[in-house]
Nanobody, 123 residues
Framework: QVQLVESGGGLVQDGGSLRLSCAAS????????MGWFRQAPGKEREFVAA????????YYADSVKGRFTISRDNGKNTVYLQMNSLKPEDTAVYYC????????????????WGQGTQVTVSS
């Protein structure tokens, strides 16, 4: 069992930055690929980024490439999402996720979800 707790969300202006964190419980964090998803009001949950167990491979949705960076610290059981050049359309609840591989996470085959953290970008 893995429990995921996100933090770092908030209100930011258009063009601003935020860094989300996701702390995982248990000693098996490094056994999972990790990812971030988001869900805006009235829309389906969408994939944002994924990172491999070692951190050596990353995937991004086209909508965030060049602006968002996913990283992880296996010593701290934490995955991060650095979000720069934020836009109003990035407003959503952001969810942390764990899965067996980066391909699985990117394909929504997620084993564990966090509870989400709200990100609001004002224009």
């Amino acid at each position: 069992q893995v429990q995921l707790v996100e933090s770092g969300g908030g209100l930011v202006q258009d063009g601003g930055s935020l860094r989300l964190s996701c702390a995982a419980s248990g000693r098996t964090f490094s056994s999972y690929a990790m990812g971030w998803f988001r869900q805006a009001p009235g829309k389906e949950r969408e994939f944002v980024a994924a990172i491999s167990r070692s951190g050596g491979v990353t995937y991004y949705a086209d909508s965030v490439k060049g602006r968002f960076t996913i990283s992880r610290d296996n010593g701290k059981n934490t995955v991060y999402l650095q979000m720069n050049s934020l836009k109003p359309e990035d407003t959503a609840v952001y969810y942390c996720a764990a899965g067996l591989t980066t391909q699985a996470v990117a394909s929504y085959r997620v084993d564990y979800w966090g509870q989400g953290t709200q990100v609001t970008v004002s224009s």
